[in-house]
């Protein structure tokens, strides 16, 4: 699966930040999305100064998992607080470049446009790959929301200066929720639907169980 080259990865903090405020303004918040058949899980996980980045591509409705990369890419950023897409992201786009199966649709364990500068993981990756991407977050980088009720489906906005940003969306009855927010071509509602349709019985959509699974070691049974 290729990808854009829209800067270079050997940027300092300064020029990093420069680079997020410049682009999130190429971010569309709208639907730009046909069928969605396959949808794709991303994760990284660490080994002293090597990324383990894995993509899971799972079929939809089904949720089988239909293609599954992982590699290992030496970590080249450090880690600071808003600029995590700078760490991760060149690892992923390494494991998206051997994927064999294009996704329609990504959602990615982490801030879309629920970002200080409105410009996170998901949006950052969304934006390279030229492809809808949601981002699913387990904790909350900025913003305030209230607690949704309690049911699953239920959920409430996430705002920042008094501008809606995301949602915090209850995915399992009683359980903590999630953080969902737009990555790249798709609108906040249809992202927080998406990602419950992606959701069986676990706090997280499987694209991210899966993901975490195979960065972790664990390889996924492909269906053949």
């Known amino acids: 699966m290729k990808y854009r080259a829209l800067h270079s990865w050997d940027v300092a903090p300064e020029e990093a930040r420069r680079l997020q405020n410049e682009l999130r303004t190429q971010v569309i918040s709208t639907d730009q999305f046909?069928?969605?058949n396959t949808v794709a899980g991303v994760d990284i996980g660490l080994k002293k100064d090597t990324a383990i980045a894995s993509v899971v591509v799972?079929?939809?409705?089904?949720?089988?998992?239909?293609?599954?990369?992982?590699?290992a890419s030496p970590?080249?950023?450090?880690?600071?607080?808003?600029?995590l897409s700078f760490r991760e992201i060149p690892p992923l786009l390494t494991a998206f470049d051997q994927l064999q199966t294009?996704?329609?649709?990504?959602?990615?364990?982490?801030?879309?446009?629920?970002?200080?500068?409105?410009?996170?993981?998901?949006?950052?990756l969304g934006l390279l790959?030229?492809?809808p991407t949601?981002?699913?977050?387990?904790?909350?980088?900025?913003?305030?929301?209230?607690?949704?009720?309690?049911?699953?489906?239920?959920?409430?906005y996430l705002t920042d200066k008094g501008e809606v940003i995301g949602a915090a969306v209850r995915t399992r009855t009683n359980i903590r929720v999630v953080y969902v927010s737009t990555g790249h071509q798709i609108s906040?509602?249809?992202?927080?639907?998406?990602t419950l349709a992606c959701c069986r019985g676990y706090r997280l959509p499987e694209t991210t169980r899966h993901a975490h699974n195979a960065a972790s070691g664990k390889t996924p049974k492909i269906r053949t």
């Open 58 to 71: 799972l079929s939809f409705p089904e949720l089988q998992v239909v293609d599954s990369v992982v590699t």
């Open 129 to 131: 790959l030229d492809k």
């Open 34 to 36: 046909g069928t969605i």
């Open 102 to 124: 294009v996704p329609d649709l990504i959602i990615v364990d982490g801030q879309g446009i629920a970002h200080p500068r409105r410009f996170g993981l998901a949006s950052h």
């Open 188 to 194: 906040l509602d249809s992202a927080r639907m998406w």
């Open 134 to 156: 949601i981002g699913c977050a387990k904790s909350r980088l900025c913003g305030r929301y209230t607690e949704p009720d309690s049911e699953q489906g239920a959920y409430t």
């Open 75 to 83: 970590v080249r950023f450090p880690y600071i607080p808003g600029l």
